[in-house]
């Protein structure tokens, strides 16, 4: 009950942070992977960007988001999907962004990792470092995130550059592979190893 008090004392205190820098706009390239994710510092209202977006970009209601048939949400936050959007995510003040073009042909677990990811500048804001552990955290926490998941976010992760914000794709991929394993091992929720594999149905006792 603490920790959900806390977080949730935390989420409003990144809310109000970011609100109040909607105010002040200056910088309209939205919180980003490649260079250009956006900002969620500040950027545009939710209906300036559709509109500079025109026709193309879809609002998703919050609680109406799916990937790959999984509902997702980052608190009470829409979604604009934007195939036309400079990088696979992006974040602005108040909502998030997903180019559907360029994630559709990652994993279920790579879509759900930038999605997190840009959730997760909504509430401790630019650090990019700090995302990616918002993103593997909620991971594991709600149970989406395995091993085979981690390496497919390595493999998507460890591709790309790094630049002023981000660092290298590679340490990326180190930095959440580490938290993923403190995460798992320190009696984290999802079961590793044989043991704990359901045993399958026999027809009749072992021979
Ligand atoms: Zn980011």
């Known amino acids: 009950m603490r920790d959900g008090r806390a977080s949730f004392g935390l989420a409003l205190a990144g809310a109000v942070a970011i609100a109040l820098c909607v105010a002040n706009p200056h910088a309209l390239s939205a919180q980003e992977w490649s260079g250009s994710e956006g900002s969620t510092t500040a950027g545009p209202s ?28 980052c608190g009470k936050r829409p979604t604009v999907l934007n ?6 995510g992006g974040a602005f003040p108040g909502f998030l962004i997903l180019n559907t073009k360029k ?6 677990q790579v879509k759900l990792y930038i999605y997190s990811h840009e959730c997760g500048h909504q509430f401790i804001g630019a ?13 594991v926490k709600w149970g989406w995130l395995d091993a085979q998941g981690m390496e497919d976010i390595c493999t998507f992760i460890s591709q790309l550059k790094g630049d002023g914000v981000h660092p290298p794709g590679p340490q990326r991929c180190e930095t959440m592979r580490k938290a993923y394993r ?9 079961a590793t190893g044989s043991a704990a594999a359901p045993k399958a149905q026999t027809l009749g006792p072992a021979q």
């Not at 609002?59 to 999984?70: M, N, P, R, S, V």
């Not at 994630?103 to 279920?108: E, N, V």
């Open 46 to 73: 939710l209906k300036d960007y559709l509109e500079q977006v025109g026709p193309d970009a879809k609002l998703i209601a919050h609680g109406e988001l799916k990937l790959d048939g999984k509902g997702v949400n």
């Open 127 to 139: 650090d990019e470092t700090q995302a990616d552990l918002f993103a593997i955290r909620r991971g």
């Open 83 to 88: 195939p036309n959007f400079d990088s696979w």
């Open 182 to 190: 403190e995460l798992i091992g320190s009696g984290g929720q999802q």
């Open 103 to 108: 994630i559709s042909g990652l994993s279920t």
